[in-house]
């Protein structure tokens, strides 16, 4: 864990170095631009549903406003909950970048030996890990909806699975642009993996915080993987 703190504490310190703060808002702009696009047709969508379900001013005097108020709820709901699927998948385009330049910077000999990822290959990471993220979490869904009741059961279930998820998400993101063929083993471990995911997806639930964290997590990875790298070759 000392590792992960190390590299979390690096990767915080890097977030407003110029080539990284460039990064940050621009990763930002366009998901702040995609959740606003997304609440709005899902706004709509939902306020028509309800409307077909007969929820309207037939029904009662001011339906019609409380439907659009209802709907507009249920649309910020499905936001957060979707929140670190989309930030995530947003932060896929943006990886390489952040990773270049942390890597220029703290680890300048494994820069020149990285590969660059093709279009296509950062276009298929980045799809498949918002697919996987997306199926993990409508899986969870069912079973969170039973720990409501619980308090804290709903967010513990869903910090648990993120944690999983975005600890190999973020992995990858360093990794794909240094493995030398398909199957090579990354450098971390399960546990470093999880703790990794653990902080990017508790870091993910915090307002305001969580607009930073998808880069937060990718440089702290990016530290995690190279570190762990090198100390794995002096052993």
Not at 32 to 40: E, L
Request: aromatic letters at 8%.
């Amino acid at each position: 864990m000392g590792s992960l703190a190390t590299s979390l504490a690096l990767g915080l310190g890097q977030m407003f170095d110029g080539a990284v703060l460039r990064i940050v808002l621009k990763s930002l702009v366009v998901t702040i631009v995609i959740f606003v696009i997304v609440i709005t047709l899902a706004w709509f969508a939902i306020d028509r549903l309800l409307e077909a379900g007969g929820v309207g001013e037939i029904l009662f005097a001011g339906a019609g406003g409380l439907r659009g108020v209802l709907a507009l709820v249920l649309a910020a709901i499905g936001l957060w909950l979707t929140w670190r699927v989309v930030a995530m998948a947003v932060m896929q385009f943006f990886a390489d970048e952040v990773v270049m330049a942390i890597e220029r910077k703290h680890y300048p000999a494994e820069a020149t030996m990285a590969r660059e990822p093709s279009f296509a290959e950062q276009l298929g990471n980045g799809i498949g890990s918002a697919l996987r993220a997306l199926t993990i979490n409508l899986i969870a869904a069912p079973f969170a909806l039973l720990l409501l009741f619980t308090g804290i059961g709903t967010a513990a279930l869903f910090w648990l699975v993120n944690a999983v998820v975005l600890g190999r998400e973020l992995q990858d993101m360093v990794w794909l642009r240094h493995r030398r063929r398909d199957g090579s083993t990354a450098p971390l471990g399960l546990g470093q993996r999880f703790g990794l995911g653990g902080v990017t997806a508790a870091l993910l639930a915090v307002p305001v915080v969580n607009l930073l964290a998808p880069v937060l997590g990718a440089a702290c990875a990016t530290h995690l993987v190279h570190r762990t790298n090198r100390k794995a070759r002096l052993t």
